[in-house]
């Protein structure tokens, strides 16, 4: 089978299944495991993935209201690879193509190759497209064994001992504010808080500073989709929004990789769910840090 995949969470699904030998194409975002970066890419953008997140927001707006796509395909390059399954997702436009584009560029190819859209917006959703995958690609004991192994983790991560559930606000993105939605909530849930800025399954929400000082929060945790830990550090440090600083200098704000561990529909999700329990535990380690604002605020959440 030759395989081509338009998410990172794809690509990461298909080499935890073992077959990312079965790979001949990825997009321009995947960047894990480290053996499919030599991969053609066949996906691109034209923002500049190193501008801010508030500039980034600004063009892809401006894309949209154009009528142009975030992300485009090199539809050449595609027919020479020849896929025989292309995986793509239809949960945003922002980190994957469109599947509606997809459909219409295989319907093209000879022979056409079968196409896939992932669709998990919650834990058990994911769960279900990692079985789902592995089917296409005659790995379901593999498939199972994967789910099982996955699920048994957070099963580990739930039974620690119980203590009060602090209320957790996940920041997806700094400006303008999302707050993080899909699967995220139960990986909080699993970690032994309460998410009270989203509910699962729901799309992540835009907000104001404001509306999380009123959610009361005990805990934030800033997982910005797409940016790894040291630059949703940096995002963080370039904030100038004092409503914003108000509240990430009165309420302890934790920082994780978000676009390895919390954005992407896949395996590492549980990896997340651990990190996210480290930090209401308090502790420090790899790709999750403590955020210490220099901010003072002048009034308590």
């Known amino acids: 089978m030759r395989v081509v995949t338009l998410l990172p969470a794809a690509t990461e699904i298909v080499a ?18 480290a053996q499919v970066l030599g991969l053609p890419r066949i996906t691109a953008t034209p923002i500049d993935s190193g501008a801010t997140g508030s500039v980034i927001d600004a063009e892809v707006r401006r894309l949209r209201a154009a009528g142009k796509p975030v992300i485009g395909v090199d539809a050449e390059q595609l027919r020479r690879l020849a896929p025989t399954l292309i ?76 203590r009060r559930r602090p209320r957790v606000v996940c920041v997806e993105w700094l400006e303008p504010l999302y707050l993080a939605g899909h699967w995220v909530p139960e990986l909080v849930e699993a970690a032994g808080g309460t998410d009270v800025g989203a509910a699962p399954g729901r799309h992540s929400a835009r907000r104001e500073w404001k509306d999380v000082a009123g959610l009361r929060p005990d805990l934030i945790v800033v ?29 302890p704000t934790w920082v994780i990789d978000g676009n390895a561990y919390t954005s992407r529909s896949g395996p590492r999700i549980v990896d997340g769910a651990e990190r996210l329990a480290a930090a209401l535990l308090g502790q420090e380690g790899q790709d999750i840090a403590r955020w210490r604002s220099g901010f003072r605020p002048s009034v308590g959440v």
């Open 16 to 33: 935890a299944l073992g077959e990312a030998g079965s790979l001949v194409g990825i997009s321009h975002e995947c960047d894990y495991p």
């Open 87 to 162: 995986v793509t997702q239809d949960l945003c436009e922002v980190c994957a193509v469109a599947d509606g584009a997809v459909y219409r560029l295989a319907a093209v190819l000879r022979p056409e190759p079968a196409v896939l859209t992932l669709s998990g917006r919650t834990v058990g959703g994911i769960m279900d497209d990692i079985l789902t995958v592995a089917g296409r690609l005659g790995r379901t004991a593999e498939g199972r064994d994967l789910v099982n192994g996955l699920e048994d983790r957070l099963r580990r991560i739930r039974s620690r001992p119980a």
């Open 223 to 251: 997982m910005l989709c797409g940016f790894g830990l040291r630059r949703s550090q940096a995002e963080l440090s370039a904030l100038t929004d004092r409503a914003a600083l108000e509240v990430l200098g009165s309420v």
